[in-house]
């Protein structure tokens, strides 16, 4: 027990402050109240779903839960059932093979539903494209809030495109502050 | 073994760096090859198939075998209006999903097959339609048909089934696993991938050979490395230019990178899946600090398109060879801290050892690959046993154990990280002065090239034929992923159904590398 101890005392606090958001990123206008938005700004439940990618992006939002990004602490977490999600965080070019489960489980969720495609991929198909095997973009199969990209995008990114979705046009108090600052 | 017992015709040296060899065959020596190579323990690397309709050679099947001399690849051609050839997966059990997908993407059947379940094919496209025939109309939509697989039933009193996927619990590839249990206990468990194919092998089609290395790059995430250098070479080799040593030393640089960045990744997985949460926080945050490096001495996180046909986009100067150093050494001092931690804490070691077995006997028999091969008793590591430069002048030590469980995968994951460390240390402080980037020749039409790396899963393997002006004809890119997938499927036996996400970690194999 006392080397692990030693080395929590030692390695110290690595969280670093949150991005700012991206409104350049945001495919369709928010929908939601303002305060809707400023309640899961602090509690928000993501689903993540790979609808197809190379596996790049899913590495990207692992790396949220290391301890420089330390994405709980933003009161962001991740789900295992989008039951229990306030997003869907979707990557990949969206596979035939994967469209079916990516509506199921978009239909699976509470609303408000938000959408954030992630990488190059999820925005239109990336290197892929549209094929006899993906249908591109997260968009040609659910609606999306917020497209981030990047091959893969990285994880400062992929938190600034998860903000834009819990951030409102010209209403800046919604918008999330790191609860650190 | 210089070349393949059974094999009568002689087979001509492959151009390019790799050691290789290919011959032409008939139907029975396709078989007897086969069977020597059985008898003598060669392992199958890949097997997979093209359209030669356009050249009147109708369909061709391909198997690549590794001998101590190096890699033989054997080619059958088949008539165009009966594309068949012997079965291998009664041998090469391997051989078993890698046909299954062929004959999905092609149309070319193994004849003798006990298996012939579709295995890429999940309704996207229909039972007459095979996606990388020349005359497949890639372009027209289909609507998705439904989709029922024959999953293999188990019976009995007590005996339920648990279907799993495609959507998993955590941040990770879909995949579909049904596990057939009683209590707790697993009795059998059948995987059924295929859900992230992407249509690459015929997107090749659309690049040309110089810029082919993109897409390899993003077969698999996780090796864009060892992906983008197999196919380099592939390219290199059919457009016949020599790479600068300068070029292959930064190339091996970045591919050990590859493997400290997965390994650590790889160890706070395994610690978090065993309820050890500090492993996780602590080997992110090295993992994290490895990638920034990255980012910032060759422009991304992964190392991503910096390996590129003729050489390497990047190069680093001595200021940066002095920050890999201490970053390797850091690193090396605190994954030695970490080790002892993980070796002293009882708990965890509960979890790991006997867990998710594989013994050397099965592991040979089924062919187990790379990193997960060497925690089983097989020693294979390209590195070692077919040293390119720069290996050849650094000896890197091959690590093998035979446990087979998840305490073994640990061990070696520690070992290597050991390793690859000192490697980077040597690399970059021994790069060689000179060019890093030579243009690459356009390669004439039918060249055949191909390119076999020991990323930090195990063996990546590409063949690449050129077509007219300088464009991709067709292109196979192998994940050893392929091998290992069915040895979890053997590993979680008669371990209960909360030890699979560690099993299933401990061999961290791709998705996308094989659905492709």
């Known amino acids: ?181 | 073994m210089r070349r393949l017992r059974g094999l009568r015709t002689s087979p001509r040296a492959l151009p390019g760096e790799v050691p290789a060899a290919f011959a032409g065959v008939d139907r029975a020596q396709w078989i007897e090859a086969a069977r020597g190579a059985h008898e003598d323990g060669h392992r199958l690397v890949a097997l997979w198939g093209a359209d030669h309709r356009g050249r009147r050679h109708g369909f061709t099947a391909y198997a690549a075998y590794a001998l101590d001399s190096g890699l033989c690849v054997l080619a059958l051609q088949m008539p165009a209006e009966d594309p068949s050839y012997p079965d291998l997966s009664g041998l090469f059990p391997a051989a078993n999903r890698m046909q299954r997908a062929t004959f999905d993407l092609l149309g070319i059947v193994a004849e003798g097959a006990a298996d012939t379940r579709p295995w890429l094919r999940h309704g996207a496209w229909s039972e007459r339609e095979y996606p990388l025939r020349h005359d497949f109309d890639a372009a027209s939509y289909r609507q998705n048909a439904p989709d029922r697989y024959p999953f293999v039933r188990v019976e009995g009193e007590g005996v339920h089934e648990i279907p799993v996927g495609p959507i998993h619990a955590g941040i990770i590839e879909p995949g579909h696993f049904r596990f057939s249990v009683v209590g707790e206990k697993v009795l059998r468990l059948e995987a059924r991938l295929g859900y992230t194919h992407k249509g690459i092998e015929k997107r090749f089609e659309d690049f040309p050979v110089a810029g082919g290395h993109r897409l390899a790059g993003r077969v698999s995430g996780d090796s864009t490395v060892a992906h983008a250098w197999a196919y380099c070479q592939a390219a290199e080799a059919v457009a016949g230019v020599a790479v600068p040593s300068r070029a292959k030393w930064l190339r091996a640089l970045l591919l050990e990178r590859e493997r400290v960045a997965n390994h650590l990744g790889d160890l706070g997985a395994l610690g978090n899946d065993a309820g050890f949460g500090f492993a996780l926080g602590q080997f992110m945050r090295l993992k994290e600090d490895w990638v920034r490096l990255n980012a910032e001495l060759f422009g991304h996180r992964f190392a991503r398109d910096c390996i590129v046909p003729g050489g390497v986009a990047f190069d680093i100067d001595g200021a940066q060879v002095e920050d890999l150093v201490r970053q390797a050494r850091v690193v090396h001092g605190e994954v030695r801290v970490l080790r002892d931690i993980f070796d002293e804490h009882s708990g965890m070691q509960d979890r790991f050892i006997t867990t998710g077995r594989v013994t050397p006997e099965l592991a040979r028999d089924l062919g187990l690959a790379g990193l997960a091969g060497r925690a089983s008793g097989q020693p294979a590591d390209l590195r070692v046993d077919h040293p390119l430069e720069p290996y050849a002048e650094l000896a890197v030590k091959r690590v093998t154990l035979t446990a087979g469980d998840v305490a073994a995968r640990v061990k070696v994951r520690f070992e290597e990280i050991a390793e690859s460390l000192r490697l980077v240390e040597a690399i970059a402080t021994g790069l060689p002065a000179g060019d890093r980037l030579l243009p690459l020749p356009t390669p004439a039409p039918g060249g055949f090239g191909i390119g076999w790396i020991e990323g930090w899963r195990g063996e990546s393997f590409v063949a690449l034929e050129a077509g007219e002006d300088g464009a991709i004809a067709r292109c196979h890119v192998h994940d050893p992923s392929w091998q290992n997938w069915p040895l979890v499927e053997h590993a979680i036996m008669g371990n209960i159904v909360p030890d699979f996400p560690l099993i299933n970690k401990s061999f961290n194999l791709s998705y996308s590398g094989c659905d492709a």
């Open chain 1, 1 to 181: 027990m006392i080397p692990i101890l030693l080395k929590v005392l030692r390695t110290g606090i690595r969280s670093e402050e949150a991005p700012q958001v991206r409104e350049e990123w945001r495919v369709r206008a928010a929908s939601m109240q303002g305060d809707i938005l400023r309640m899961l700004g602090r509690a928000l439940v993501i689903r993540q779903v790979d609808a197809g990618s190379c596996n790049g992006c899913e590495l990207e939002i692992n790396a949220l839960n290391n301890p420089y990004y330390n994405i709980e602490g933003l009161g962001i977490r991740f789900a295992a059932s989008p039951r229990h999600a306030d997003m869907l965080l979707v990557t990949g070019p969206v596979t035939r093979n994967m469209e079916q489960a990516l509506r199921i489980a978009y239909e699976a969720m509470p609303e408000p539903k938000l959408v954030v495609a992630a990488g190059d991929c999820g925005c239109d198909g990336g290197i892929f494209g549209e094929s006899y095997a993906t249908r591109g973009g997260v968009a040609s199969v659910i609606p999306v809030d917020v497209a981030v990209p990047g091959c893969p995008p990285t994880p400062v990114e992929l938190l600034q495109g998860i903000l834009t979705a819990v951030s409102q046009v010209h209403a800046p108090e919604a918008r999330i502050t790191s609860p650190r600052a």
